[in-house]
């Protein structure tokens, strides 16, 4: 029996139908009457924008705490220490409910929001600050029960930032960390006969070395946080996966809904790799040349 006969639609035309529904958080304008077409460019866009500015957090975040958890002060290396043993060892997925739970249950009301300098606003609506709108400088003010103007990073947002940084941090410190320790002792006592102090040997001698071999492995962790970004679903953010589930229940259309989620963070994946290992093999590159 056929799936037409069963009622089991198939085909892509459901991509030009109304999608009928509401997304909370976007990065272009959408309207509930518009396709499901639209609604998952929407959530591609949310993903893509989740993915590069939590890698790039995660990097910076991975490479201060490796480096200072080789620091000769106990206690900085400890406390380093100390983070990635945690953040490594608490699921991701609990990590996001603890940000998402911290967001929304200690910090104050609309009407009570931390402010600074009456420009920047933290409440339970999220981060409010002054942002380009409409063509002009606008900063937020409070009219009845929220903000106006401004831009604005929800709670939903922030917390699956700060879960994927905090977690895929935590891995790439000790990617910086093995690279380091893979330098040989005659690169630190060479840099340190010419004079150089401590941080001018890591930036110029040991680090820049450090990365041909810490790079593959961050390859990895890169392509972890972009994948682990599906997770968003969990705390409510609507990425390419949540907007995707919506359109699946709507429509029913399953097979078409998650093949479409497969291409997307392979693509994402390939592209990623890609991008990585070309920057990997130009510095490998340059090493070799010196």
């Known amino acids: 029996m056929s799936l037409e006969k069963q009622g089991v639609a198939t085909g892509w035309n459901f991509l030009s139908q109304e999608s009928g529904f509401e997304i909370g958080e976007t990065l272009i304008e959408y309207w509930s009457d518009e396709t499901y077409l639209k609604a998952l460019w929407v959530g591609l866009l949310n993903t893509v924008y989740v993915a590069l500015i939590g890698n790039v957090l995660a990097v910076l975040v991975g490479l201060f705490i490796g480096v200072f958890s080789m620091s000769p002060n106990w206690m900085i290396s400890r406390i380093c220490r100390f983070y990635v043993e945690i953040a490594r060892n608490i699921p991701l997925l609990l990590q996001l409910f603890f940000w998402y739970s911290l967001f929304n249950e200690l910090l104050p009301a609309v009407d009570q929001a931390y402010s600074l300098g009456d420009m920047v606003f933290l409440s339970q609506r999220g981060l409010k600050f002054p942002w380009f709108m409409a063509g002009h400088w606008e900063i937020p003010t409070l009219s009845g029960f929220d903000f106006t103007g401004g831009g604005t990073l929800t709670p939903e947002f922030l917390s699956l930032i700060m879960g994927l940084v905090f977690y895929t941090g935590a891995y790439n ?89 497969m291409i997307i963070y392979l693509f994402m994946s390939l592209s990623t790799s890609f991008i990585a290992n070309l920057y990997h093999r130009s510095i490998a590159h340059k090493g070799a040349e010196r």
């Open 173 to 261: 410190a000790e990617i910086v960390r093995a690279g380091i320790e893979s330098i040989p002792r005659g690169q630190w006592e060479a840099a340190q006969s010419l004079g150089l102090t401590r941080i001018q040997m890591l930036i110029k001698v040991i680090i820049p070395q450090s990365m041909q071999v810490a790079i593959p492995p961050m390859i990895s962790q890169l392509l972890n946080l972009s994948k682990n970004s599906s997770l968003a679903v969990a705390i409510g953010f609507p990425d390419f996966v949540t907007i995707a589930n919506t359109t699946l229940n709507q429509t029913g259309q399953a097979v078409e809904v998650i093949s479409l989620i």
